[in-house]
């Protein structure tokens, strides 16, 4: 603790960011495994500051001067002090969120294999409503199925799980390779877990894309629980400095944030 100045101490992570796990969807869930810098040790927001202060031999200038700095790293597109912290997730969400979310290339990803370890019956991904196809928006939906046809709808969808499964459990009684058996679960639906590690600049890329209204809903809620849960606590600063100069250029009514949609700020 003696590195951080005074001013700067209460902004030093807390260890209990290291224990939350949040619940997304109908079972999936976002845990933050490993943060660097390490909770209790220096402010997330500090390691950005001190990587820019190396350019010319500097430490801290008080806490005003060094939010200061924050704002100008952003105006200037220097990004490489935001990659001075890192974070390691363990997510847990449907095949659909993980194919848009492993395009993310500056990410480091190890996931489940469904060739080691069998899918469990409560594997799938059962949404709460059903988004109609947007008119004007080939890639967008735009508002909800009506109640009987939702519910009709909720009735298919599990028929459609519990048959995928029983198909994929005689396979695998039969003693077909679960790399193989697998090919009778619903590929975009099963929930899939996964490590994946980022660091700040590339993980602020990520949430600009994701939060974003034009982004799926699914991941959107998985990337705004990144940002209230996890990145707000360790980074407070960096994140006000990223809604300001970063997300307020789109208009803040385009992004999923404090768990609302649109105008969460
Ligand atoms: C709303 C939405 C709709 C999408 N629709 C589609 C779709 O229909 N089809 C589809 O295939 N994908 C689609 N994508 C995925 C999209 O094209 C990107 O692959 C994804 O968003 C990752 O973005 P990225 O490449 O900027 O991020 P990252 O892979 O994390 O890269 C970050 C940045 O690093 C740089 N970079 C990384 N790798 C390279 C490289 N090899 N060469 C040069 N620069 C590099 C780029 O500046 C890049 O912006 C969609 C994404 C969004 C958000």
């Known amino acids: 603790m003696n590195k951080v100045p005074n001013d700067w101490r209460k902004y030093v992570i807390s260890p209990a960011i290291l224990t939350k796990e949040i619940p997304v969807l109908n079972s999936g869930f976002i845990q933050l495994k490993d943060i660097m810098p390490y909770p209790e040790t220096i402010p997330g927001d500090l390691a950005i500051i001190n990587a820019a202060r190396t350019s ?42 993980w194919w848009q979310w492993v395009r993310h290339r500056t990410m480091s990803y190890n996931a489940k294999s469904g060739r080691y370890t069998e899918f469990k019956e409560d594997d799938f991904y059962i949404p709460s409503e059903w988004r ?46 679960r790399e ?65 100069k970063i997300l307020a250029q789109d208009g803040y009514s385009k992004y999923r944030i404090n768990g609302l949609n649109g105008d969460g700020f």
Not at 183 to 210: C, E, I, Q
Not at 224 to 232: G, K, N, R
């Open 132 to 177: 109609l196809q947007a008119t004007d928006n080939k890639q967008a939906s735009d508002g909800v199925l009506g109640e009987s046809d939702n519910i009709a709808l909720m009735w298919d969808l599990e028929k459609h799980y519990r048959r995928s499964f029983e198909l994929y459990e005689m396979a695998v009684v039969r003693g077909v390779a």
């Open 56 to 97: 010319y031999d500097g430490s801290s200038k008080g806490i005003a001067a060094d939010i200061k700095l924050l704002g100008y790293l952003f105006d200037n597109k220097h990004t490489t002090p935001f990659e001075m912290v890192e974070f390691k997730f363990l997510v847990n969400a449907p095949l659909v969120v």
């Open 180 to 244: 193989q058996a697998r090919l009778f679960l619903p590929g975009f639906s099963m929930y899939y877990t996964w490590v994946v590690k980022v660091d700040a600049h590339n993980l602020m890329h990520f949430l600009k894309l994701r939060m974003h209204d034009h982004a799926q809903e699914e991941i959107r809620l998985y990337a705004s629980a990144i940002f209230d849960h996890f990145f707000v606590p360790a980074l407070p600063f960096t994140a006000e400095k990223f809604k300001e």
